[in-house]
């Protein structure tokens, strides 16, 4: 079992690699990571951008997870897990919220808290940015994100905080002063506000590659999140770990069949295959 010092700074880069090449436990293996972004009340709800799921939609999701038998967890309850100081539920999942929208705070948490549920929030280090100024405002409407003090609020209740960079800049277009002031000054910044470390980081835009990865690693960082990169088991790189986009318009239908089935492996085959009949046409 580790030691106290030795959790503060637990690293590998596959779970295999943390039990030395043990056998994985399949409950392990079979986590799914669900992102989303925004929970819309019926007001403000509409069809227009992708990242907006209405909040009754949300509690469908739940119900999903509840019927199932699904116990989510944090990013933090997986050291724990990893180190053998606390035993896995039978179903576990991870819940995710990107950016840090105050609509996390006003609808979801609520509701996560009466199903007793808990989530990741990732947050964006630079506490003076209010709202998403890095959306182009055409596409995206400007929404408000959490306050220091809901951020703390929710944390106290159990959610896992996350960074998501400094000022949520593309990471593998910036320069490399940038890209270590964007992860090293979001953790400082969150870990200050938080009084916590902080474990998990997420890249914007799921915009990663080798040297985003390392910087996150070197800063002392256990789980970076992507979206569409990284293996599709859950475990096989926790520097690149996949996650289940879920969608404006889903339902409890869309939500179980990404939770029940191999459903990630499908969306990929998927577009492997339109790839391959293109390339067969075009020769
Ligand atoms: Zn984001």
Not at 88 to 102: A, E, N, Q
Request: hydrophobic share 40%; proline share 4%; aromatic share 12%.
């Amino acid at each position: 079992m580790a030691n106290f010092e030795e959790k503060l700074t637990l690293q590998a880069d596959s779970i295999s690699e943390y039990l030395n090449a043990g056998k994985v436990d399949k409950r392990l293996q079979d986590i799914k990571v669900l992102m989303y972004h925004r929970i819309l009340s019926e007001n403000e709800y509409d069809n227009k951008h992708w990242t907006g799921v209405h909040v009754n939609h949300f509690e469908e999701h739940l119900k999903v997870l509840e019927l199932f038998g699904f116990t989510p967890i944090t990013f933090t309850d997986l050291r724990f897990f990893l180190t053998k100081d606390l035993e896995l539920p039978r179903k576990p999942v991870i819940i995710t919220f990107d950016d840090g929208y105050k609509d996390y705070y006003d609808l979801a948490h609520p509701l996560l808290m009466q199903y007793g549920m808990r989530a990741v929030v990732f947050a964006i280090g630079d506490r003076k940015i209010r709202e998403n100024i890095w959306d182009d405002e055409n596409i995206i409407e400007r929404a408000p994100l959490m306050t220091d003090e809901e951020l703390i609020s929710i944390f106290d209740d159990g959610v896992e905080i996350g960074a998501h960079s400094y000022s949520h800049k593309p990471l593998t277009k910036i320069t490399p002063a940038e890209l270590e002031a964007e992860i090293f000054e979001c953790k400082d910044s969150l870990e200050e506000l938080l009084e916590t470390d902080i474990h998990t980081f997420c890249y914007p835009y799921g915009l990663d590659n080798e040297e985003v990865q390392s910087v996150v690693k070197k800063s002392g960082f256990t789980f970076g999140c992507s979206v569409y990169n990284g293996p599709l088991q859950f475990g096989d790189s926790l520097f690149c770990i996949h996650r289940v986009t879920i969608k404006n318009g889903m339902g409890a239908l869309g939500f179980a069949l990404r939770i029940l089935t191999p459903y990630e492996y499908l969306e990929l085959g998927g577009s492997k295959v339109k790839k391959m009949i293109k390339n067969l046409i075009n020769t």
